[in-house]
């Protein structure tokens, strides 16, 4: 703790004197502000150029994508066709998934140019054919194929030829005396260069006109580029509406069902756990009363019994009652039932939680027990050696994140745990993002919005 203090007194003074210096360069006149601003220019104009690096990277990948769909668009077309007499039915499936990729890598890497991401559709998997084709991203997918066949292959070779045009006007005025004298070089304004000194006076403009073009090209084409492959991604409105219906009515249906086995699971636990506890307490106190009469010594052993039976009663009834809403949450809130629920976990378990503000009680009861769920998991089956959980607040959203270095391959029909985290999580509509390769790690990744 010394040693952090310390540390912490020289960074303090290391940034005062950092600040009294700039403050110097910004208020003192001279060679120590006009260095400040030199400074402040060339952060800037390296700014601009690593997002025109950055844009240029988009317009290659581009036009590599592109290239790819040259052949694969022709290929979707005769594997169509071929399908109306059987041999196209084996290669469509595995054209689509290829299409799939394609589409989905240009759906997360127009986020940074368009004015609005695209959420990745997902891979199709081992799907056949005719679900394949059900799927509406699908539809979209073979929409964006064509144009991004052609407008990717076009603007990816504008993008990056921009980028290189002053190399190539370099070059090429370096290199006047090559040609004949009758067909001089002519650069972008289409003046003639025969000399070294029209080099100077011709050439190096157009070279610097060719660097703003280098510098500010690359990103227009860039976001041209992606707004058209938006256009042609995104599903529409209505489209979105009906599968924001759809989805609604799964999780309602999914609600309902994770509904009912809770009340089934509490009436068989009060069934066969509270309730027996109960009749046996009867059974042992009607007892007692008859045997009052007759041999009062032989009352205590039984009401000891009876004492016994009531507090495992209890004690069932408060298992029950912590199933339904944990207590702790009530005391302690979501961050510390979290913290009490890692503390007891078997597994060395780290917990990470930052600002976590107002949270409704169902989100608190779905992100509880889905963490327990999730610790519960990688304590059996796992074989984790350690366990870490964050829990955080992302805008309007609780988010957390449970992962485990065990030996992964968790799936959700491996058994009703994971199954039943889903129906938990999007009965408050959240969203249940399970990782889990074989040889792992695991993450479990679960989002809940707070807003009614």
């Given amino acids: 703790m010394t040693g952090t203090l310390r540390t912490g007194r020289r960074s303090g003074r290391s940034c005062r004197l950092v600040d009294r210096w700039c403050s110097w360069l910004h208020c003192a006149g001279g060679p120590g502000r006009e260095r400040l601003a030199t400074v402040n220019r060339l952060s800037k104009t390296r700014a601009v150029a690593a997002r025109s690096a950055r844009a240029t990277g988009y317009c290659a990948a581009l036009l590599g994508r592109g290239l790819a769909l040259i052949v694969l668009v022709p290929a979707l077309v005769y594997s169509s066709v071929l399908c109306l007499v059987g041999p196209g039915l084996l290669v469509l499936p595995y054209e689509l998934r290829l299409l799939r990729r394609l589409a989905d890598v240009d759906r997360v890497r127009l986020g940074r140019w368009a004015a609005a991401p695209v959420a990745a559709a997902g891979p199709h998997g081992k799907r056949r054919l005719m679900t394949m084709l059900a799927d509406p991203a699908t539809g979209r997918d073979l929409r964006w194929a064509p144009g ?215 989100i608190e009861v779905a992100v509880y027990f889905a963490v327990t769920e999730a610790l519960t998991n990688a304590t059996k089956h796992s074989r984790a050696a350690s366990v870490s959980v964050t829990l955080t607040r992302t805008g309007a959203a609780v988010r957390a994140e449970i992962a485990d270095d065990g030996r992964g391959g968790a799936a959700e029909g491996g058994g009703t745990g994971l199954r039943g985290m889903r129906q938990r999580v999007e009965a408050v509509d959240g969203v249940l993002l399970v990782q889990s390769p074989p040889g792992g790690p695991t993450v479990i990744t679960v989002e809940c919005p707070c807003a009614s």
């Fill in 148 to 362: 991004a066949m052609v407008a990717g292959t076009v603007l990816g070779i504008v993008g990056v030829a921009l980028f290189l045009f002053p190399v190539a006007v370099l070059v090429l005025a370096g290199l006047w005396w090559l040609f004949p004298a009758d067909e001089p070089i002519r650069l972008i304004l289409n003046v003639p260069i025969r000399s070294w000194w029209s080099v100077l006076g011709v050439g190096v403009p157009q070279f610097l006109l060719s660097v703003l073009l280098a510098l500010f090209g690359p990103p227009l084409v860039a976001g041209l580029a992606a707004s058209v492959s938006r256009w042609l991604l995104a599903p529409s409105a209505a489209a979105v509406l009906a599968e924001r219906v759809a989805t609604l009515d799964r999780t309602r249906t999914g609600a309902i069902d994770a509904h009912g086995s809770e009340l089934r699971r509490i009436e068989r636990d009060l069934h066969d756990g509270t309730q027996a506890r109960l009749v046996s307490l009867a059974m042992q106190l009607g007892l007692a009363e008859r045997t009052f009469g007759s041999d009062p010594a032989a009352v205590g052993p039984l009401l000891t019994r009876a004492r016994q039976g009531a507090e495992e009663a209890m004690a069932e009834l408060r298992d029950v009652l912590r199933s339904v809403y944990p207590p702790i949450l009530a005391d302690r809130g979501l961050a510390g039932a979290v913290a009490a629920v890692v503390a007891r976990c078997p597994v060395p378990a780290t917990l990470d939680v930052g600002e976590l503000g107002e949270v409704p009680a169902r």
